[in-house]
C-alpha cells in the first residue's frame, strides 16, 4: 500500500462468511456473501514493516491458511514496485504477457480461451465481434466498450448469462495498464485482432518503459 493515501477495502464474498482483520492496526470487519463491507484507513510507512491479516472468523479447513500481508511503501516505491510486476519476473514481459498473467490470477475461473464454456463468455473471437446483450442493443467488442465493461459489469450484459451479472466490478481493481494489457491479451485470442494495433500499442509500451527507466537513471544521476 502506498503510505499517506488513505486506502479503503471493499469487500465480499464468494462462499461463506469471513472477517477481514488487521490485529496491528486495531481493525477488523465481516466479510458477507451477496454484501458489500468496507474499512478503510491511512498507511503510515515505517521502515521494513509488515503487517499481517487474519480471518476472524472460522470459516472451514482452510481457516487457518487464510492470510496475508500489507506492506506499506513510499508513493514512490510503490508505483516502482506495480510498474515491476508488470514487466514479469525477467522483466521481459509485453503488454500480452501482462495480460495473460492478470487472466490467470482474475477472469480464467469465469472465461476460458478456447471456446468452452463457462459462468462468463469464452474469451476466444470475443474480441472484435458484434455480441448480444438482454439489456442493450448488439455491440461490437471493440477497445472502448472492453475498457467500459471490464470496469463495470453490470453496464450490459451478455445474452445467455443471468443478469445482474455474476462478474465483480473491477473499478478501482484494475489500472489503466492492467485493463489495457487484459484487452491486448483479448486481442490476441480474436481472429479480429488486427495485428498492427497489438505492434503499435506494444512498441508504445516499450517506449514508456524506456522513457520510465531513463527518468529513474536521471534520478539517480542527480
Ligand atoms: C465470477 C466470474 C467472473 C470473473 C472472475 C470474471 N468474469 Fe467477466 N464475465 C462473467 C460473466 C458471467 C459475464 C457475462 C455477463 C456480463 O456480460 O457481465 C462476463 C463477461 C465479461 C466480458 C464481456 C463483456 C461484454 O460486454 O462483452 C468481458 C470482456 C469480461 N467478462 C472480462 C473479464 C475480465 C477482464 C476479468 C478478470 C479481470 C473477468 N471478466 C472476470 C463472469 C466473470
Ligand atoms: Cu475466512
Same mark, same amino acid.
Given at each position: 500500500? *502506498?503510505?499517506g493515501r488513505p486506502v479503503k477495502l471493499i469487500m465480499t464474498s464468494d462462499d461463506v462468511l469471513h472477517a477481514f482483520f488487521i490485529p496491528d492496526f486495531r481493525t477488523k470487519m465481516d466479510v458477507i456473501p451477496n454484501r458489500y463491507t468496507s474499512m478503510w484507513f491511512l498507511p503510515e510507512e515505517k521502515e521494513n514493516a509488515v503487517y499481517k491479516v487474519f480471518c476472524a472468523e472460522y470459516c472451514g479447513d482452510k481457516h487457518s491458511e487464510m492470510g496475508a500481508q500489507i506492506r506499506v511503501l513510499s508513493a514512490k516505491a510503490y508505483e516502482? !514496485? /506495480?510498474f515491476k510486476w508488470a514487466n514479469g519476473p525477467d522483466g521481459k514481459w509485453t503488454l500480452r504477457d501482462y495480460g495473460e498473467n492478470l487472466y490467470k490470477g482474475k +477472469?480464467?475461473? +469465469?472465461?476460458? /480461451?478456447d471456446g468452452s464454456p463457462n459462468t462468463g *463468455? !469464452?474469451?476466444?473471437n470475443h474480441?472484435?465481434?458484434s455480441h448480444d446483450y438482454v439489456d442493450h442493443a448488439p455491440a461490437v467488442a471493440d477497445d472502448q466498450w472492453l475498457n467500459d465493461h /471490464? @470496469?463495470?459489469s453490470q453496464l450490459a450484459v451478455v445474452k445467455g448469462y443471468g443478469k445482474p451479472s455474476q462478474m465483480p466490478v473491477f473499478q478501482g481493481q484494475l489500472n489503466? @495498464?492492467?485493463?489495457q494489457s487484459l484487452i491486448v491479451y483479448m486481442r490476441t485470442l480474436s481472429d479480429k485482432k488486427d495485428q498492427a494495433q497489438i505492434d503499435a500499442d506494444e512498441a508504445a509500451y516499450i517506449k514508456q518503459k524506456e522513457a520510465a527507466a531513463k527518468a529513474k537513471a536521471d534520478g539517480v544521476a542527480k
Open positions: 500500500m *502506498p503510505a516502482d !514496485t /506495480i +477472469c480464467s475461473s +469465469c472465461h476460458s /480461451i *463468455p !469464452t474469451w476466444k474480441f472484435g465481434y /471490464i @470496469l463495470n489503466a @495498464l492492467q485493463v
